[in-house]
């Protein structure tokens, strides 16, 4: 089992940054690749960005490309997503989660076994 807890989000203007982080519990976190994922209201959970178990291989959906950087620090059980140039339609819950199997990196939500519960970026324009 692995316990994900997210936290960082919040309210920002368009143009601005955040940092969201994930911390992780329970199984060895090393060993799983993380991603994160976010839910508009009214649409479905989509991927945000990849990152393999040893940090080496990262991997974004195109809207987020040259504006999220997602990193992690395995010594700390952390994954983290830095947001910069934010914009209105990047508001959304944002989720952390790892697949079932380890060492597998996944980027479709039916794929991810364990969820955080989420934390919420608001961007005013």
């Known amino acids: 089992q692995v316990q994900l807890v997210e936290s960082g989000g919040g309210l920002v203007q368009a143009g601005g940054s955040l940092r969201l982080s994930c911390t992780a519990s329970?199984?060895?976190?090393?060993?799983?690749?993380m991603g994160w994922f976010r839910q508009a209201p009214g649409k479905a959970r989509e991927f945000v960005a990849g990152?393999?178990?040893?940090?080496?291989?990262?991997t974004y959906t195109d809207s987020v490309k040259g504006r999220f950087t997602i990193s992690r620090d395995n010594a700390k059980n952390t994954v983290s997503l830095q947001m910069n140039s934010l914009k209105p339609e990047d508001t959304a819950v944002y989720y952390c989660?790892?697949?079932?199997?380890?060492?597998?990196?996944?980027?479709?939500?039916?794929?991810?076994?364990?969820w955080g519960k989420g934390t919420l970026v608001t961007v005013s324009s």
């Open positions: 329970g199984r060895a976190f090393s060993n799983y690749a």
């Open positions: 989660a790892a697949p079932g199997q380890t060492f597998l990196l996944v980027t479709t939500p039916g794929g991810m076994r364990y």
């Open positions: 990152i393999t178990t040893g940090g080496s291989t990262t």
